[in-house]
């Protein structure tokens, strides 16, 4: 009998798509659905962008240079220097999107049976691919009562074994919107350092700040061997299916091991490297993107508002990015609450759909009573998103409490 991979077994599936397929069929039913569950703002990509998809002169659609096309590493050089980062060709590589240059990152640094320490609760896909290349995820617990910033380094310290061999997490995060301090980020440096250890910072939301300024990686010299920088195109540009993004490190030994998985899977797409080129060559480039802050920075104060009127609701107000967690201690377990929504549950036609929290956790049993919402809607429909999540709770709890009766 064919069998498939053990590993492809242990997979779980993303908290945030695997659900998707219950919207689908509520919206069949003639439910309208509010996606609060994805990433996936509503924001129009700029118009610099989709012209330089548009009018890219090519009549031959080869392959892409392996390292990524020698205009768009050049705009990508720029970028970075705008922001005070100074960078060589030989020190970025274009990706297909963020998601293959941590899985590079990860495969590039670690062996199987290597462990890396990540923050939980964090983007699932970092456990996917670390599940994929036999890497044992070791979790750093954070708590939504600190807002979720990471415990004292001595917590930490402790963690660190012969087999670790990374420290991977997101600034500012997704999935809970926190936004690590200059002297966090020095302490996970000094960590690095007296361990040995590589330092893989996923930075694509990193204009979206409404509190304080972001801390890159690669703003810490002692980190020269040690940082990789991941980013992404994606959200400061509204342009999600557009996978470019970008992989920066200084150590020039692992760049080496980079460009051999670079040529492995050929090129990234050439027309969204192309059209970044466009987008990044329009001298208006960054009003576009502090318009798009202030649009997410408008969101998250709405959205925050709207959620103090669900009773029991815990959470703290988002740094940057546009997520937030939000633990609802009434909830037994989110992921049933979901179905809950999509398969039973409408207000006047209308059902809210957000992630379920565990699957953001490698801990078990954490994230039961949680759930994360991205604000990429406009904010009317935010409010009224609120409103059906706050009557589907209560109808979720009523129904529970009702069962527990039957049962007693």
């Known amino acids: 009998m064919l069998d498939v991979s053990e590993r492809t077994k242990e997979?779980?599936?993303?908290?945030?798509?695997?659900?998707?397929?219950?919207?689908?069929?509520?919206?069949?039913?003639?439910?309208?659905?509010?996606?609060?569950?994805?990433?996936?703002?509503?924001?129009?990509?700029p118009r610099s962008f989709m012209e330089g998809v548009r009018n890219a002169k090519i009549d031959v659609l080869s392959y892409a240079p392996a390292r990524g096309i020698p205009v768009t590493i050049d705009a990508l050089i720029g970028f970075y220097s705008d922001m005070e980062i100074a960078l060589t060709e030989d020190e970025l590589r274009v990706t297909i999107g963020g998601s293959e240059a941590f899985a590079f990152s990860l495969q590039a640094t670690c062996n199987p049976g290597d462990e890396?320490?990540?923050?939980?609760?964090?983007?699932?896909?970092?456990?996917?691919?670390?599940?994929?290349?036999?890497?044992?995820?070791?979790?750093?617990?954070?708590?939504?009562?600190?807002?979720?910033?990471?415990?004292?380094?001595?917590?930490?310290?402790?963690?660190?074994?012969?087999?670790?061999?990374?420290?991977l997490f997101s600034t500012p995060s997704n999935p809970t919107g926190v936004a690590y301090?200059?002297?966090?980020?020095?302490?996970?440096?000094?960590?690095?350092?007296k361990h040995d250890l590589y330092v893989i910072s996923d930075e694509p939301y990193r204009e979206l700040m409404y509190e304080g300024e972001a801390v890159s990686i690669l703003e810490f010299p002692e980190l020269h061997d040690n940082a990789i920088l991941v980013d992404s195109i994606s959200k400061r540009l509204s342009a999600c299916g557009a996978r470019i993004g970008t992989l920066v490190t200084r150590n020039?030994?692992?760049?080496?091991?980079?460009?051999?998985?670079c040529m492995?899977?050929?090129?990234?797409?050439?027309?969204?490297?192309?059209?970044?080129?466009?987008?990044?060559?329009?001298?208006?480039?960054?009003?576009?993107?502090?318009?798009?802050?202030?649009?997410?920075?408008?969101?998250?104060?709405?959205?925050?508002?709207?959620?103090?009127?669900?009773?029991?609701?815990?959470?703290?107000?988002?740094?940057g990015a546009f997520y937030v967690f939000v633990k609802f201690p009434q909830l037994d377990d989110s992921e049933e609450f979901v179905k809950f929504m999509m398969n039973d549950f409408n207000l006047d036609g209308e059902t809210t759909m957000v992630a379920p929290g565990a699957g953001f956790y490698a801990t078990p049993g954490r994230g039961n009573d949680e759930v994360r919402i991205a604000y990429v809607l406009e904010e009317p429909k935010?409010?009224?998103?609120?409103?059906?999540?706050?009557?589907?709770?209560?109808?979720?709890?009523?129904?529970?409490?009702?069962?527990?009766?039957?049962?007693?």
């Open 264 to 319: 492995i899977r050929l090129s990234a797409p050439t027309f969204e490297q192309l059209g970044l080129v466009a987008f990044l060559n329009d001298p208006n480039y960054k009003e576009d993107i502090a318009a798009m802050r202030t649009k997410f920075h408008s969101r998250r104060d709405t959205l925050y508002e709207a959620l103090q009127t669900i009773p029991g609701g815990i959470s703290r107000t988002p740094e």
């Open 11 to 45: 997979l779980k599936g993303s908290p945030i798509r695997r659900l998707v397929p219950l919207a689908v069929a509520a919206k069949k039913r003639g439910i309208e659905v509010y996606h609060l569950n994805i990433g996936q703002p509503d924001i129009p990509t």
């Open 116 to 167: 890396v320490l990540i923050p939980e609760p964090f983007y699932p896909n970092y456990y996917g691919h670390a599940l994929m290349n036999g890497i044992k995820v070791v979790p750093i617990t954070t708590k939504i009562e600190d807002g979720f910033h990471l415990p004292p380094i001595e917590e930490i310290d402790v963690l660190v074994t012969p087999r670790t061999k990374a420290i």
């Open 382 to 408: 935010l409010i009224r998103a609120v409103e059906v999540l706050k009557a589907g709770i209560e109808a979720y709890v009523e129904q529970r409490q009702r069962v527990t009766a039957a049962a007693g």
């Open 181 to 193: 301090t200059r002297d966090e980020m020095q302490s996970i440096a000094d960590l690095a350092i």
């Open 252 to 261: 020039r030994e692992l760049m080496k091991s980079i460009d051999k998985l």
